[in-house]
């Protein structure tokens, strides 16, 4: 029944705001992957509202017939309880100094940022500290629940929230001069949360100068594409019963890939009639969201960011063919437009893992290559 709750909450939020004002799809997508400086004016106010919606715009919202599939059917809950903190912090390992980005005499400990996918959970992100942790390095963990991207306070504890982050970062920072970080994204929630850290930070030249590297996982899109929006919403309602959450038919080559087994690539999902239609009426909702006057403006200032300043430190992109969410092709155009501003560039095609699914998929593989992209990194240096 919750779950029948659910998907009548979400259609009828969506009939609702399509009858009466354009302005209500505004509340959820701008916190849903991104967060505003403090003090950063409320970016959906004033033109959202004017903004006309059609009647067949309101009619393709609306749940399907009776002669379709029933609702209960349907396995999510789109608002789950969750009360575990945003930001996690994992100090480093007493033995700090055997890190390859140094920590012993004379150099000053890096910390890894982790900005998880969005419906990730602390626990999911605590698999890659560990991963860091291993090797040397703390990390602070930061998560956005999918609760408080479709709930109904503009998205304000989310921005606040990755302006705490901002600020425990560069206090974090302060403390010791010799300091480094790395970040570490998933997905477009965590890149564009990595590009409202930058935001944040613009005055202080000299935290972003000591960024070693950002490994970037599942992602980008560069362009404003409603249909990957929705993929990725989709993938957090559903969680596991999404087909996103597994591997394209067109990438199953063979059971081999990269010297190590693929444990997915016999099981590839196709999506249900629930699936179906959580998908259209969300892609429905972010045509409009999406183009929003104020929240395209700010979403555009973000994706310039992250495309035209990102600090002068490597970047490594860990991505899939068989992405259903974000689309191969996508990351490869955006490492080509990095590599032509003269960034420093690296990557792995893990060609059939899922989105952000390759740790999981091929452990071994994943860990050698944040093993090379870290030695790289004690290369870096900082100011």
């Known amino acids: ?188 929630t965590g890149w564009l949360a990595y590009g409202a850290v930058l935001e944040n930070l613009q005055s202080r030249a000299d935290i972003t100068e000591r960024i070693r590297g950002c490994i970037v996982d599942s992602a980008p899109v560069l362009e404003i594409r409603p249909e990957v929006w929705a993929a990725g919403f989709s993938a957090a309602m559903l969680k596991k019963s999404s087909s996103m959450t597994g591997p394209s038919t067109e990438s199953l080559d063979g059971p081999i890939v990269n010297g190590s087994l693929n444990r997915v690539s016999s099981n590839v999902m196709r999506p249900s009639w629930g699936e179906c239609f959580i998908l259209s009426t969300l892609q429905k909702f972010f045509e409009i969201v999406l183009y929003v006057p104020d929240i395209n403006t700010r979403l555009r200032k973000v994706l310039s960011v992250l495309s035209d300043k990102q600090p002068p430190c490597p970047q490594f992109y860990l991505y899939s063919s068989a992405d259903r969410v974000i689309p191969g092709e996508c990351v490869e155009s955006f490492m080509d437009l990095q590599r032509s501003l003269g960034r420093s560039v690296f990557a792995h095609n893990f060609v059939t893992s899922p989105h952000v699914d390759h740790y999981r998929s091929f452990p071994h593989v994943y860990s050698a290559k944040i093993d090379e992209f870290l030695k790289i990194c004690s290369t870096v240096k900082v100011s």
């Open 1 to 188: 029944m919750a779950a029948a709750s659910s998907v009548r909450l979400l259609a009828a939020a969506a009939v609702t705001a399509a009858g009466h004002r354009c302005a209500a799809f505004a509340r959820v997508p701008v916190a849903a992957s991104l967060s505003f400086p403090r003090g950063h004016p409320a970016p959906f106010r004033g033109r959202a509202a004017g903004l006309s919606c059609s009647a067949s715009a309101a009619a393709s919202l609306s749940l399907p017939s009776s002669s379709g599939p029933p609702p209960g059917s349907l396995p999510f809950n789109l608002l789950p309880p969750d009360s575990e903190p945003f930001i996690e912090w994992d100090p480093p390992p007493g033995d700090s100094a055997a890190s390859p980005l140094g920590g012993g005499a004379g150099e000053g400990a890096t910390l890894v940022v982790l900005l998880g996918w969005l419906g990730a959970r602390q626990k999911h992100l605590r698999r890659y500290a560990d991963l860091y942790r291993e090797r040397g390095v703390g990390a602070v963990r930061f998560v956005v629940p999918v609760r408080e991207l479709l709930g109904l306070d503009l998205g304000r504890r989310v921005e606040r929230r990755v302006a705490d982050l901002s600020a425990e970062i560069a206090a974090w920072c302060d403390a010791d001069r010799r300091r480094t970080l790395l970040f570490h994204t998933f997905s477009n």
